[in-house]
């Protein structure tokens, strides 16, 4: 029983070197996203970056919420991307909680990914 035991916690300590550092990043874009096309447009492209491993949008909100691997990506590497497809990004702060108006997101979309369809809405 006491070998079980010590390879147990063995296999435990060895498990917890090789845990990932999972970080969350939240942000909102500039231009606000619009429509199904641009979540689209951010969720294919970010994808493909180093470490990200898991991306959420959120329309209504104007969220795009990122679960990345820290030991292999930043967050300022997260922006360059967002910056290669044509999107500033900010960091919302989950206490100050301040994301755009659905309304002004409809207005105003990023140009091209609906062809002008959201601002007819």
Not at 48 to 53: I, P, R, S, Y
Request: with cysteine.
């Amino acid at each position: 029983m006491k070998k079980f035991m010590t390879i147990m916690m063995a296999m435990m300590f060895a498990f917890s070197i090789y845990a990932k550092d999972i970080q969350e990043l939240v942000v909102t874009t500039n231009p606000p996203m619009s429509c199904q096309n641009c979540e689209n447009k951010i969720k294919g492209n970010l994808r493909f970056e180093k470490g990200v491993k898991k991306i959420e949008t959120n329309l209504k909100d104007q969220r795009v919420t990122i679960e990345y691997d820290a030991e292999k990506t930043t967050p300022q590497q997260i922006e360059n991307a967002f910056q290669k497809i044509g999107y500033k990004v900010e960091v919302i702060d989950e206490n100050t909680n301040s994301p755009a108006s659905s309304e002004t997101a409809v207005k105003t979309c990023c140009g091209g990914c609906c062809k002008g369809k959201a601002a007819d809405k």
